[in-house]
């Protein structure tokens, strides 16, 4: 168990629907990462926050949006839902991001299918 | 971040050893090197990391080239349960801490 928990677990919705998805970090993380993982893709980091503020930008959508509150949950929300969003959502928290030295601990993720 | 060269697949039977192997030429002087492994349905998970030196935790060994420009993770003893895809990523000191995921190794473990 790597103290980072995401729910849902499993999300099935309709093409153009929104959905949000939650992390909770492992406690006392300030940075907050997520990353989307589909069969063609692999790995792909989306966006950091740390300590409530975007910290870095990957590939995320414009359809999508994030954000981290003052209790450092975050919330990842996939709007205009289209068939290649299907995928896993992985949140990760690290203590802080100045050394490279830090781990960083993904969740389970969230498995999104949209039909 | 620097890139780095994984084998797409290895094979290893239950009880070996395993050596993993990671080319990262252009690595830089202030670049970490992280593994990763992903098993199967689930988050990826850290196993070790080290800048110079070979590093030994409970789960593996890092074996560093002396020029850097290649490491290599070291399972002890594979088990069944060390199947995985192992992820080889390189960090620089000071920049934000996302890690950029290449396509890792496939491991197999034989019984």
Known sequence: DSGVTQTPKHLITATGQRVTLR???RSGDLSVYWYQQSLDQGLQFLIQYYNGEERAKGNILERFSAQQFPDLHSELNLSSLELGDSALYFCASSPQTASSGNTIYFGEGSWLTVV | ???????NSMESN??????????????????YIHWYRQLPSQGPE????????????????LAIAEDRK????ILHRATLRDAAVYYCILTRSGSARQLTFGSGTQLTVLP
Do not use: F, W
């Open chain 1, 23 to 25: 992390c909770s970090p």
């Open chain 2, 1 to 7: 971040d620097a890139k780095t060269t994984q084998p």
């Open chain 2, 46 to 61: 850290y196993v070790i990391h080290g800048l110079t030196s070979n590093v030994n935790n409970r789960m593996a060994s």
């Open chain 2, 70 to 73: 290649s490491s290599t993770l």
């Open chain 2, 14 to 31: 239950e009880e070996e050893p395993v050596h993993l192997p990671c080319n990262h030429s252009t690595i830089s002087g202030t670049d």
